[in-house]
């Protein structure tokens, strides 16, 4: 039996994913102001303080990195190879979040972090540690999740046509979809609501329905789950 002490370092990660109808999907990037891997970008993360919740320390490691606050952060997954971080054995718990960008644009970096920059995660810089693994993983389980959660409801406009919720579902998928089949899904979970309104025309063609979510259903969907063939 080993009876020798361990220095095991606990920290955690924050993947904030966000989506603009312009941009896409793009993730929360910072640069690192010291070593290991100086001036590289990196998810945005540091250990957490003595008598420091999980939750706690991964809010205040992305106010501290990127100035934003984020509601709500998921537990994405434990990564624990004794050779992620070349200082020690260092186990991140890794948190994600998918949020509207453009509501955090006014990024500010400080503690750790020379600067903070929102990056398309078609075009991701080069990554500090295991970050690519870590970032990979959450665009995994964001897919994933999009086939047995409803997802859009604080991502798009109050009021919007079908096609924005076609081009969100593309944008996370990073593929294209059956637009005929999606279409039915979607109407048949009776998630949507036709407000009666329709979107101006910019070219010819019919003009479009505007829906909006319907909140009960949306929060039943979230809590029941759906399954969701796309």
């Known amino acids: 039996m080993h009876t020798q002490a ?10 904030v994913f ?7 999907v793009s993730a929360l990037l ?11 970008w990196a998810i945005p993360g540091g250990f957490v303080l003595e008598n420091e919740s999980l939750e706690d320390a991964v809010k205040r490691e992305l106010l501290e990195e990127t100035g ?4 709500y952060l998921e537990q994405l997954y434990t990564f624990g190879d004794p050779d992620r971080d070349p200082r020690q054995h260092i186990v991140s718990i890794a948190y994600f979040a998918l949020v509207k960008s ?9 503690t750790d972090a020379e600067e903070a920059q929102w ?8 990554l500090a540690f295991d970050h690519k693994k870590i970032l990979q993983t959450a665009i995994e389980r964001v897919r994933a999740k999009i086939r047995y959660q409803p997802i859009g409801f604080e991502l798009l406009d109050k009021k919007f046509p079908f096609a924005d919720l076609e081009k969100l579902y593309t944008a996370l998928l990073d ?3 059956d ?3 999606f279409t039915k899904k979607i109407l048949s979970l009776g998630l949507l609501e036709d407000t009666g309104e329709l979107a101006a025309l910019s070219g010819a063609g019919r003009p479009s329905k505007i829906y909006q979510f319907n909140k009960k259903r949306y929060q039943q969907l979230l809590k029941d789950g759906m399954h969701f063939e796309i």
């Open 175 to 177: 593929r294209n979809i």
């Open 18 to 24: 966000g989506y603009s109808k312009k941009e896409g």
């Open 179 to 181: 637009r005929r089949n």
């Open 30 to 40: 910072i640069k690192r102001k010291y070593p290991p891997y100086k001036d590289c």
């Open 68 to 71: 934003i606050k984020v509601s």
């Open 119 to 126: 990056f398309s995660i078609g075009k991701l810089p080069q």
């Open 102 to 110: 453009s509501q955090f644009q006014q990024l500010k970096a400080s």
């Open 6 to 15: 361990s220095h095991i370092k606990v920290a955690v990660d924050a993947i």
